[in-house]
């Protein structure tokens, strides 16, 4: 067994801003350094400082390029005019931003899970519990190598939907259990989070997929699965305070061949960042609110960005560093 590395040395919130100024950071007061460095912690904030550490190059003058992610290697040492009172604002931009994400999933979430109850309810209260309304292939067991082990996606989701009704403390979930009452799915759905939601919508048969992802001016439900699985990994993200502003997506989001995504031509980028998200939670959020004021907030946030160099709106996937204009 190949032994680990000791951690680094211990230091204190003094040595470490020394250590930021040694390396090139201006810090304009080291007391309000200090405290921010106890709130925030040292590594949380180095997230937000990463893209302004100056590139490692070689003999030739060229950039060191990571041979296992592809990115460049990057010094200690600062680029020039890095200020922590800029990092600082970044970190509470950031913080914001997860606010008015959260905010519209929250809408989208519960006007998804009320479609559901709705429209499947129609056929079965119990659906949730009848395979009947299950795509075949999701209800058949299946090899899976990462894991080793057989795996069934209709059993799976039974499981952690049983878990959620069992821990939920929702006053009509409570009341049904104690009464020895069945639970109908529109009183069921109040105990799923997003994952629950899209994984039920998931493991749907395409009709009933058609006819919840139309309610919401889809017309092809393969989108709306695609968008919920980013949707609920950026909920994640937020919900567990994780940096979000400049991160990429797994897969690129689709978009729909309607007047609303041609306008905007979102190119390969900005489906993997922030500004292609941002455009799909946008179009959801105005369907199921056609007065929301929620980009407004979006596009000042965005304008008080603090202006930096080395964090620039393009690694929000936006196509330039202008002012932020959307449809």
């Known amino acids: ?47 937000f400082w990463y893209p302004c550490r100056e590139f490692k190059k070689d003999a030739r003058g060229q950039q060191v390029i990571n041979k ?49 109850a709705h429209e499947v309810g129609y056929h079965d209260p119990l ?15 299946w090899y899976d190598p990462k894991r080793k082990k057989i795996r069934n996606f209709w059993k799976e989701w ?20 104690s009464n020895s009452k069945s639970i109908p799915i529109w009183v069921a759905v109040e105990a799923w989070d997003f994952g629950t939601m899209s994984k039920y919508y998931e493991n749907l ?15 092809n439900p393969v989108v709306l699965k695609k968008w919920l699985q980013e949707i609920n990994i950026l909920r994640n993200r937020c919900a567990h305070h994780t940096r979000i502003w400049n991160q990429s997506f797994r897969n690129p989001l689709p978009v729909l061949y309607n007047p609303y995504f041609n306008a905007l031509n979102l190119d390969r980028n900005a489906l993997k ?15 199921i609110g056609p007065s929301s004021s929620w980009l407004n907030y979006v596009t000042d946030l965005i304008d008080s960005k603090p202006s930096m160099d080395s964090c620039p709106n393009t690694a929000m996937g936006f196509p330039d560093n202008n002012r932020i204009i959307f449809s």
């Not at 680094?8 to 304009?28: C, F, N, T, W």
């Not at 048969?205 to 017309?219: P, T, V």
């Open 273 to 287: 960042r922030n500004y292609g998200m941002i455009c799909v939670l946008w179009f959801l959020v105005k369907r």
């Open 127 to 141: 659906a949730y519990e009848n395979q009947v309304f299950m795509n075949p292939k999701k209800c058949e067991d």
């Open 68 to 116: 296992l992610n592809g990115k460049p290697v990057r010094e200690d040492t600062f680029q020039k005019n890095i200020n922590f009172n800029d990092i600082i604002q970044l970190y509470l931009f950031d913080k914001k931003l997860r606010l008015l994400m959260l905010d519209a999933i929250e809408r989208i979430e519960i006007q998804i899970r009320s479609v559901i």
């Open 1 to 47: 067994m190949t032994s680990l590395s000791l951690p680094k040395p211990h230091q204190s919130y003094a040595q470490l801003v020394d250590l930021l100024e040694k390396r090139g950071m201006i810090i304009p007061d080291k007391n309000r350094a200090e405290r921010k460095l106890s709130q925030i912690g040292y590594y949380r904030l180095s997230g």
């Open 205 to 219: 048969k395409r009709k009933y997929q058609n006819k919840i992802s139309s309610r919401l001016g889809i017309s």
């Open 158 to 177: 039974r499981i952690s939907h049983s878990n959620k009704i069992k821990a939920s403390r929702e006053e009509c979930i409570k009341w049904h259990l």
